[in-house]
């Protein structure tokens, strides 16, 4: 049974980076046939899609738009787990953040598995 | 972010059939798969269909999704108290590169 846990400080103050962690167990972060992703909910912004990171044959790291100039996923290997870095961050970055897998080679696919969700929050 | 669209809420009494919709565009649901979660206050979301109309195993089959044109449809037969949820959609948008989710719609048994 696959399972995911993210961990990390739960306030946060604006202009720093945002650092979360998610703990995969059950599955490899070097699977070459799944994706892992971070997502984030607010009641003002909805659920945003922030990344992913996956292995296929070497590291590949995809992210959208919105906020490509802010943000880092890396894995790591180790201790089979990948990290969200978020800089200059704002009240606005006020979220429920999740870490989400997607299983398949298919990039249209979408996710299976999540974690439970830390809440993390910006301010001074 | 939310560009599929879902009424804000739904609602049943015991052992009725509900259905939410989520429609799209041609560059979403159009031309991609369609998934549908279910969220209990609190907690994760938990997949309920994939690939448009595919059930997980364990999820009961009065959980059924369909697909059609730009459009999908998340149906609850047989609505039993545990249903009360918020319920979104989710697809990959090609134009935007990004995934996409719906509005989100709550579903109250009466």
């Known amino acids: 049974q696959v399972q995911l846990q993210e961990s990390g400080p739960g306030l946060v103050k604006p202009s720093q980076t945002l650092s979360l962690t998610c703990a995969i167990s059950g599955d490899s972060v070097s699977s070459d046939s799944a994706a892992w992703n971070w997502v984030r909910q607010s009641p003002s912004r909805g659920l945003e899609w922030l990344g992913r990171?996956?292995?296929?044959?070497?590291?590949?790291?995809y992210y959208p738009v919105s906020v490509k100039s802010r943000i880092t996923i890396n894995p790591d290997t180790s201790r089979n787990q990948f990290s969200l870095q978020l800089n200059s961050v704002t009240p606005e970055d006020t979220a429920v953040y999740y870490c989400?897998?997607?299983?398949?080679?298919?990039?249209?696919?979408?996710?299976?598995?999540w974690g439970q969700g830390t809440m993390v929050t910006v301010s001074s | 972010q939310s560009v599929l669209t879902q009424p804000p809420s739904a609602s049943g009494t015991p052992g009725q059939r509900v259905t939410i919709s989520c429609s799209g565009s041609s560059s979403n649901i159009g031309r991609n798969y369609v998934y549908w979660y279910q969220q209990l206050p609190g907690t994760a979301p938990k997949l309920l269909t994939y690939r448009n109309n595919q059930r997980p195993s364990g999820v009961p089959d009065r959980f059924s999704g369909s697909k059609s044109g730009t459009s999908a449809s998340l149906a609850i037969s047989g609505l039993r108290s545990e249903d009360e949820a918020d319920y979104f959609c989710?697809?990959?948008?090609?134009?935007?590169?990004?995934?996409?989710f719906g509005t989100g719609t709550k579903v109250t048994v009466l």
């Open positions: 990171t996956y292995y296929r044959s070497r590291w590949y790291n």
């Open positions: 989710a697809a990959w948008d090609g134009s935007l590169s990004d995934y996409v």
């Open positions: 989400a897998r997607v299983i398949s080679l298919d990039p249209t696919d979408v996710f299976d598995i």
